[in-house]
């Protein structure tokens, strides 16, 4: 029984060989006969579209001739011949120009007819493909997509071209396929069924879906702190970065495809002039964003000019002869970003202190940008890289750019408030000065005396700024007064207020309700405190202060009597003395017998 069953096992096998050698005999039997392949053919690789690794990419087992004749009808290019055919392979560069065509033909073995397949261009910024298909009436049927035609009169619209094929389980079929652009064409051919096609544009449709929502959240973010800030960098950025996804929906086909499918005319153009156009942005916003005007006004009117520049380039590429646009678009692409990368070194050697951050956030995109620029001068073929390699770089430079942006606007803000609160504000401590703590000194006395409870106000001198100059030099006593402005912020609370009065003297309101005793605490503590070593400071390198406080409203009238009383309390203190807080006692008003 064993015998048997190995037996009916190698009869399967057998049969199965079988099969397979008749069906290749079949491709070559029937290819040969229409004169598609060649005898060094046979050395090629076949096209298998029951392959379960999709796509199917052409590879070598095509032909492909160029011709000049633009005109010249499918059935007389299949007649010609095998003269001037060659084998078409991955990764090969076609050198065409306005004025010329690349041919290539094909025949495809039987394959299984369960699915509907389609022949694609992963390329939406080839000008025309057509494909023919010879029926059995020996006619060749058209069908054509490509920028020169509206996207909503493609045979199926699409970001690039896909265009249907028949195929047989039976039978071998015979195709040409005509491919005219202005430029070098690099893109594969690729055999993609239909269930393939569903979940590749759902996977392709799910990236561009972040990446435009990331470029659109940018935009926004952007719009709304120009109109906030009214800063004209962000205002730049957004333009720059609506090109960008313009630039980008142009380059992927999604304009074509959603923005203007009616315009044929612009779908060609638009993956031309939107690059340069965002280029010319992005050098007005990197003048701006480094404060070029200020720095330099040559420089400005540099960036500005090569700008305008782009302007003009994107007017040229509408006029000029096609086979021509690419190389006035690299090579105003590449000055522009060189004048760009030595701005911002410039800027940054200068003190920009976000000029190296902006280059930095913007070399993924420098980098990712030579493959289209490559692909595009006809140096590399279509890939990965030259087709989603600047979304990369633009999703990696976004975010960098806007917490740039973010960290400009928080200084730009610090310094407008400092420099609209410089009447009420001490510049070099941030601590309010005498007439803000006059005003809250008057309101806490009035709140006082309302609401029947003490608060305590307190003068501190700083006295030993003479004796840490002579022991710890000239600029650890400049930092004195900050460094003790610091600490008295760190003992006050929410509803308190410090405030610097002189070179050497400082203030401080506490709000009430407290008792004398609680009063009496506040003194010592703010003595300690500020006896405390500093980090980074030799131990002995501390503030000395001498305090002076007082309850209100048992002070006086005024705010002005409250603080001449602390003052003289100050004042009169001996230079010898040891005490380092002083208690100002009640305040008594004169009476009509001391006038007497």
Request: glycine share 8%; charged share 15%.
């Amino acid at each position: 029984m064993g015998d048997s069953v190995g037996i009916g096992h190698l009869e399967n096998r057998n049969r199965a060989c079988g099969r397979a050698l008749a069906a290749a005999a079949m491709v070559l039997v029937c290819g040969l006969g229409l004169g598609l392949v060649s005898p060094v053919a046979m050395a090629r690789t076949v096209l298998d579209l029951s392959s379960t690794a999709l796509p199917v990419e052409l590879m070598d087992w095509g032909d492909y001739r160029l011709e000049t004749d633009t005109t010249l009808p499918a059935a007389s290019v299949a007649a010609g011949g095998d003269s001037g055919w060659q084998p078409t392979r991955s990764g090969l560069i076609y050198p065409l120009a306005t004025g010329q065509s690349l041919w290539i033909r094909f025949t495809l073995p039987p394959a299984p007819d369960a699915e509907r397949w389609y022949l694609e261009i992963p390329y939406p910024s080839v000008n025309r493909v057509s494909l023919f298909t010879l029926d059995s009436a020996g006619q060749w049927n058209e069908q054509s997509a490509g920028d020169t035609i509206a996207v909503n009169a493609w045979p199926v619209p699409h970001r690039h071209p896909l265009l249907p094929i028949g195929v047989s389980a039976e039978e071998p079929k015979k195709y040409l396929v005509l491919i005219e652009n202005s430029h070098s064409f690099s893109a594969p051919l690729r055999f993609v069924s239909e269930s393939y096609l569903s979940r590749s544009e759902q996977r392709t449709s799910l990236i561009l879906g972040i990446f435009f929502g990331l470029a659109g959240l940018a935009v926004m973010l952007a719009a709304l702190s120009a109109v906030s800030l009214r800063d004209t960098a962000y205002g730049l950025y957004v333009v720059s970065v609506a090109l960008m996804a313009l630039t980008q929906a142009a380059m992927t086909g999604i304009g074509g495809l959603h923005l203007w499918p009616k315009l044929p005319a612009w779908n060609d153009l638009s993956s031309l002039v939107l690059p340069v156009l965002t280029v010319a942005s992005l050098l007005w916003f990197s003048s701006a964003a480094v404060s070029m005007p200020a720095r330099s006004r040559s420089l400005h009117r540099l960036l500005l000019g090569l700008g305008g520049l782009g302007i003009v380039a994107s007017a040229g590429i509408v006029v000029i002869e096609p086979s021509h646009r690419f190389q006035l678009v690299v090579s105003y692409i590449v000055i522009a970003m060189i004048t760009a990368v030595l701005a911002l070194l410039w800027a940054r050697r200068r003190g920009d202190r976000y000029g190296g951050w902006l280059l930095l956030g913007g070399l993924p995109l420098l980098a990712l940008s030579v493959f289209p620029l490559a692909r595009l001068s006809g140096l590399i073929p279509v890939s990965f890289l030259t087709m989603y390699g600047m979304q990369i770089g633009i999703a990696i430079e976004l975010p960098i750019v806007m917490v740039i942006l973010m960290f400009r606007s928080q200084l730009r803000r610090e310094n407008l408030r400092r420099i609209q609160g410089l009447d009420r504000v001490d510049p070099s401590t941030g601590l309010i000065n005498e007439a803000v703590f006059t005003e809250r000194l008057a309101r806490m006395m009035a709140r006082a005396g309302r609401f029947k409870h003490q608060s305590a106000v307190l003068l501190i001198d700083l006295v030993n700024t003479e004796q840490v100059q002579r022991d710890f030099g000239r600029r650890a006593a400049e930092e004195l007064p900050l460094r003790l402005a610091a600490r008295l912020l760190s003992t006050a609370r929410e509803i308190d207020s410090a405030a610097r009065l002189s070179e050497q003297r400082f203030g401080m309101v506490v709000e009430g309700p407290m008792t004398a005793e609680e009063a009496a605490t506040l003194g010592p503590r703010i003595v300690a405190r500020c006896l405390m070593p500093y980090k980074g400071l030799p131990e002995a390198c501390v503030a000395q202060v001498r305090v002076a406080y007082a309850l209100v409203p048992r002070q006086g009238p005024s705010p002005e009597i409250v603080l001449a009383r602390l003052a003289q309390r100050l004042t009169n203190i001996p230079a010898e003395s040891k005490r380092a807080v002083f208690m100002v006692p009640d305040y008594k008003a004169p009476t009509v017998a001391h006038y007497v």
